[in-house]
């Protein structure tokens, strides 16, 4: 009886490591940074997860505004479906638009039909607000064998990040996320942070800590650029 359970455990380990573990250890290790050279060593890319929400992400967009700098918003779709006015401002700013999951699910947990639930869906909402969309960025960056399929079927490229800075969370100050992101960032790094969800209204510590850290990063000679420059 013992050694039935055993093999059990053994056997449904083996298919979490095959199905989930594995496919997310390969691409957080090949994916961390893209492999292109730019024209300018230092450049960079601004990412912002789990939006859009109304206050944060205004915010954001005005600060972003005012040092001509653009990023890339991977909403929630569910989220964009609620706020479409943030969406079509986040466009009409020039910041590009990718897609990070319908509901905010771990993929881990979730099997063929949730995933294609997800993706089929996701893509729905996120294609009224733009035809081509190219980039998907899984929540904490954590994907299952259909997600593979689903990320060919509509020919996104899976973006994870090479900064983060756990801004999401409450015990994180204003001059930790300053003090990370200065200390850590280097040319050709993808940096992620967030403008919904945390706890504690984290994407205002995040949106103040980014008052001096952009202009800061400008000064030491980094570039922001564009996603469709990085991939
Ligand atoms: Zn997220």
């Known amino acids: 009886m013992m050694s039935l359970l055993i093999s059990s455990i053994k056997i449904i380990s083996i ?17 961390r940074k893209p492999t292109k050279r730019f024209k300018n060593k230092n450049s960079i890319l601004l990412s912002f997860d789990d939006g859009p929400n109304e206050e944060y992400t205004n915010k954001l967009l005005n600060l972003l505004k005012r040092h001509n700098i653009k990023a890339t918003f991977f909403v929630i779709a569910s989220e964009a479906q609620k706020h479409p006015e943030v969406v079509q401002k986040i466009l ?14 771990s993929a881990s947990l979730k099997g063929y039909l949730y995933t294609k639930h997800d993706f089929e869906n996701s893509m729905k909402i996120i294609k009224t607000f733009e035809d081509d969309i190219l980039y998907y960025r899984p929540p904490w960056g954590v ?13 996104l490229e899976l973006v994870l990040w090479s900064v983060m800075v756990g801004d999401w969370s409450k015990y994180t100050s204003v001059y930790d996320i300053t003090n990370r992101i200065l200390k850590r960032v280097r040319g050709g790094d993808v940096i992620c ?8 209204c984290a994407p205002l510590r995040t949106i103040e800590s980014l ?3 952009i202009p800061c990063l400008l000064e030491s000679g980094f570039e922001f650029i564009n996603i469709n420059e990085f991939y």
């Not at 994907?143 to 020919?155: C, E, Q, V």
């Not at 942070?193 to 504690?200: A, F, I, K, Y």
Request: net charge positive.
């Open 92 to 105: 009409k700013e020039g910041h590009s638009l990718g897609l990070h999951s319908l509901e905010h699910k």
């Open 193 to 200: 942070l967030h403008d919904g969800r945390g706890s504690n």
């Open 143 to 155: 994907i299952n064998l259909f997600t593979l399929y689903y990320l060919k079927k509509y020919n």
């Open 211 to 213: 008052e001096t850290v």
């Open 15 to 31: 298919i979490i490591i095959l199905y989930t573990i594995l496919p997310t250890l390969y691409y957080r290790i090949v994916k």
